[in-house]
């Protein structure tokens, strides 16, 4: 990152690991963690566009049974920056590990960072299907005139995507892989085709197939050999049309649902 030149990129977009002591980390104590973690939020700052957004996903720190939101351990480093904070959009998922003296954890979050108001914002490649189309004013000045957008409503800031598990068409050898609707969104929304995003901690390279999909260039880093190579396999099969990915907006699969109601 040190090599990258100032302002290079429009998004910078990432989860870093949680300080668990999964098989791509290791584990220290809090404190050291939240000092590496702003040692590379600085540089991310640094190398953000003055227009462009800081998009950081985290889940919680666990300690004997005690947990410890990242986001909120980590929002006085983003502050310290004068970064405005434009949202903090929960991500819920249907599956995970089952807790027995706790309820099971089903969301992480992402904190939407700018550096000023000045930022570049597209909402309606994101826009989602309208709880009631068609739906008018019955009375006033707009009695007979659509209440909703034509185009769709804004998704607000609770996004359902399936996280990525062993029947989900993403998976790789990565254990906490993100899913590449869910940085779509970000893309579409946060950047302009011939902008450039960025992973610091890029895994099996999610984060930049979203961005190469949707016309933007893409970069990422990462320290795991492993995932570098499965992430270069992945662009690859994209570049030849071959890479499956969960489209963006299928319907989440609802057991209760008849067969083949909703896609998996």
Request: glycine letters at 10%; aromatic letters at 10%.
């Amino acid at each position: 990152m040190q090599g990258l030149p100032d302002g290079s990129f429009k998004l910078i977009v990432t989860s870093p690991p949680y300080n668990l002591g999964k098989s791509y980390e290791g584990k220290s104590p809090l404190d050291t963690y939240l000092a590496l973690q702003e040692r590379v939020i600085g540089e991310c700052v640094r190398l953000l566009d003055e227009q462009g957004s800081l998009c950081w996903q985290v889940g919680n720190y666990v300690e004997n049974g005690e947990i410890a939101p990242l986001d909120a351990l980590l929002y006085p480093i983003f502050r310290s920056h004068n970064l405005k904070l434009r949202n903090r959009i929960v991500w819920h998922f249907g599956h995970g590990l089952h807790c027995s003296k706790r309820l099971s954890g089903r969301y992480e979050t992402i904190n939407w960072w700018t550096k000023g108001d000045d930022y570049t914002w597209n909402l309606d490649p994101i826009r989602v299907p309208p709880k009631y189309p068609g739906k008018k004013y019955f009375k006033g000045p707009k009695a007979g005139e659509l209440s909703c957008n034509p185009k769709g409503k804004n998704p607000s800031d609770v996004w359902l995507f399936p996280n990525v598990k062993s029947n989900h068409p993403e998976k790789t050898i990565h254990p906490c892989q993100f899913p590449v609707e869910l940085v779509e969104r970000l893309v579409l929304s946060m950047t302009n085709e011939g902008d450039a995003v960025f992973d610091p901690y890029v895994g099996v390279g999610s984060a930049m197939i979203a961005a190469l999909m949707h016309d933007r260039e893409a970069y990422g880093c990462d320290i795991v050999k492993d995932y570098v190579k499965v992430a270069r396999e992945r662009i690859q099969a994209l570049d030849k049309g071959e890479l499956v990915t969960r489209p963006m907006g299928k319907p989440i699969y609802d057991p209760a649902l008849p067969k083949g109601g909703h896609g998996a």
